[in-house]
């Protein structure tokens, strides 16, 4: 993402973080997140990325997880550590450079403010820190449109844009579908939803 795209929407991560977190904490994100957590060890170590008001790691950590919360927004970061009662980290998500360390990253409507060109430099990152046969859960609002909108940059993604996007032999799909937006204010809009998990080099071949 340009550099300006980028601080644009992290400024309105941070000017608006208690009004997002507030809206976003009673979404209802079970049925998504229990179906990532079937694919993750018991007592298994999540990367939550992109953690906004620490809504899922607190369900993670609830069952049983230990949980890495990270966010761009240090506004989010102070709300969601008070949240969780551990610190989340403020990393910028090309920053993730681990190797073999989580066995799930649960990117939850967080990828998609990643310039779509980047993305495959970005799911690099992600294959690397996942352990082996590690899972990753992604989520986009469904469409083709990619720029600003609403003071933050969006990369929209169909279902087989999504499909085409992990179609390289490091990952396997796992399921891909879609949803409607849990919020109560944004009835009607369809999010693709995608998990993939981490095939190794050597098994692909």
Same mark, same amino acid.
């Given at each position: ?5 980028? =601080? ?27 179906? &990532? ?18 809504? =899922?790691?607190?369900? /993670? ?32 998500? &090309? +920053? ?43 989520? &986009?609002?469904?469409?083709? /449109? ?9 990369? +929209?993604?169909?279902? =087989?844009?999504?499909?085409?996007? &992990? ?13 409607? +937006?849990?919020?109560? +204010? ?20």
């Amino acid at each position: 993402m340009e550099h300006g795209m980028r =601080d644009t929407t992290l400024d309105y991560y941070n000017e608006h973080a208690a009004e997002f977190a507030a809206g976003t904490r009673s979404a209802d994100m079970h049925e998504a997140a229990d179906r &990532f957590l079937a694919e993750v060890p018991s007592g298994g170590y999540i990367l939550d990325l992109g953690c906004g008001s620490g809504r =899922d790691s607190r369900y /993670f950590l609830e069952k049983g997880y230990r949980v890495t919360a990270v966010d761009g927004s240090p506004e989010l970061c102070r709300i969601a550590s008070e949240y969780i009662g551990q610190e989340a980290v403020c990393r910028d998500f &090309f +920053d993730i450079k681990e190797a073999d360390a989580y066995d799930g990253i649960w990117a939850c409507a967080s990828l998609l403010h990643a310039e779509k060109e980047r993305l495959p430099e970005l799911l690099a990152n992600l294959h690397r820190a996942l352990k082996a046969q590690g899972i990753l859960y992604v989520s &986009f609002k469904e469409g083709t /449109f990619s720029g600003m909108r609403n003071g933050r940059y969006f990369a +929209d993604m169909t279902e =087989d844009a999504l499909r085409e996007l &992990f179609a390289e032999a490091c990952w396997t799909e796992v399921s891909v579908w879609q949803s409607r +937006d849990v919020r109560a +204010d944004h009835p009607g809009e369809l999010w693709v939803n995608g998990l993939f998990r981490k095939v190794s080099s050597e098994s692909a071949r």
